[in-house]
């Protein structure tokens, strides 16, 4: 049988295969508290070994898409423990994706119709959020333009991420997965393109550059342990206006060294050629592989057969998969028996109810017929 349906250890979690649901916005939750039917969706899904929730706000100002559940109140913890007991049901890990989008936001979606905050003062050009439009309906807005955040707002935002870490444990998240890809706010630090500050925090220096990521990664290893501690990458990525710049191997090559030294979870590559945007040079990944030690998840356009070739070449531990969750909830089935996926309805990904989320069914083997 191959390895990528073999049970596998991942710094203590037991996995039942190597298959990961990558994270994925869904917009299923309009006041921001995930009910029965966000815990009907993931627990349909839970044959993945691992599952890796949608890109969830650690405070109201991380928040750049409507409809979204976050892990900031007492009622956002109670709404995900059912969602962690139903995965649990199922005997697979779930990891909490904790979200800060800084600049990629709408100031109809921040507190207050504030400005959204960032590493910069400087927009993303070219780039939507899913906010109030100017007819009041929910729709793709022009992202506005944020306010970088002071020194001490800096801490203040670490300081979000530990406390959000610390109530996905108590919502019963066996860890939680840093959102540090595709544009957001710790990629808005990490690219010295968009960073432009002159603080500690500086993007024209590696530690500078780092320095963010790497904070918040160790306060949360302070608060949950550094087995319930990962972080998800986009390395060369161009979401969001995120430019492309030559120090970009030297800093995710110090970062594969700095987080093999902290001894994470896992580190979660994501190749957005699947977006649209720049593919992850194979070489680069070859080379982040030499100097990160510990298990690597990657996504991004991911097949079976992609899958086993990098999991039998040592390249990564676990393969991410993401769109072919949505319509079927039985995807590690159909992959080991080669079963036909059910295309996705687009139109459905964002917003909405039951219809789209909760109503693919599983393969009969009568229906290949």
């Known amino acids: 049988m191959s390895t990528l349906f073999q049970p596998f250890t991942m710094r203590g979690h037991r996995l039942a295969n190597r298959v990961a649901m990558a994270p994925m916005t869904r917009a299923r939750t309009p006041d921001g508290v995930p009910g029965d039917l966000t815990a009907l969706y993931y627990g349909q899904r839970a044959g993945a070994g691992l599952i890796i929730t949608e890109g969830t706000p650690i405070s109201p100002s991380a928040e750049g898409f409507l409809s979204i559940p976050g892990l900031y109140t007492p009622r956002q913890i109670d709404g995900w423990r059912k969602v962690t007991d139903a995965v649990h049901g199922r005997g697979a890990v779930i990891f909490a994706q904790l979200w800060h989008v800084g600049r990629v936001s709408h100031v109809s979606i921040q507190p207050g119709g504030i400005a959204p905050v960032s590493s910069t003062s400087r927009i993303a050009r070219n780039s939507k959020a899913w ?93 949950i342990g550094a087995d319930r501690t ?94 072919p969750f949505i319509a079927n909830p039985d995807l590690v089935d159909r992959l080991r028996n080669g079963w036909p996926l059910t295309p996705s309805n687009r139109a459905l990904h964002y917003g909405g109810g039951a219809e789209g989320y909760t109503d693919y069914p599983v393969f009969r083997e009568g229906d290949a017929a």
């Open 230 to 323: 990962a972080l998800r990458l986009s390395p060369y990525g161009g979401l969001f206006d995120m430019p492309v710049y030559p120090e970009i191997g030297e800093t995710y090559l110090h970062l594969a060294e700095e987080l093999s030294r902290r001894d994470v979870a896992y580190v979660h590559l994501m190749d957005q050629a699947s977006r649209g945007s720049h593919s992850l040079p194979p070489a680069f990944l070859d080379a982040f592989r030499a100097r990160y030690k510990g298990v690597m998840v990657l996504a991004g356009g991911m097949t079976r057969s992609r899958a086993e070739e990098l999991i039998a070449r040592g390249t990564i531990d676990i393969a991410a998969f993401g769109e």
């Open 131 to 223: 906010g109030w439009t100017a007819d009041g309906t929910a729709g793709a807005v022009e992202v506005s333009a944020p306010r970088a955040l002071s020194t001490g707002e800096v801490y203040g935002v670490i300081a979000d991420f530990a406390d959000a870490a610390a109530n996905a444990v108590r919502a019963g998240f066996d860890g939680i997965e840093l959102h540090g890809a595709n544009g957001y706010l710790i990629e808005q630090f990490l690219n010295p393109g968009v960073n432009d500050r002159t603080d500690e925090f500086r993007g024209d220096t590696l530690a500078g550059r780092c320095r963010f990521l790497l904070e918040t990664v160790d306060a949360v290893i302070d608060r």
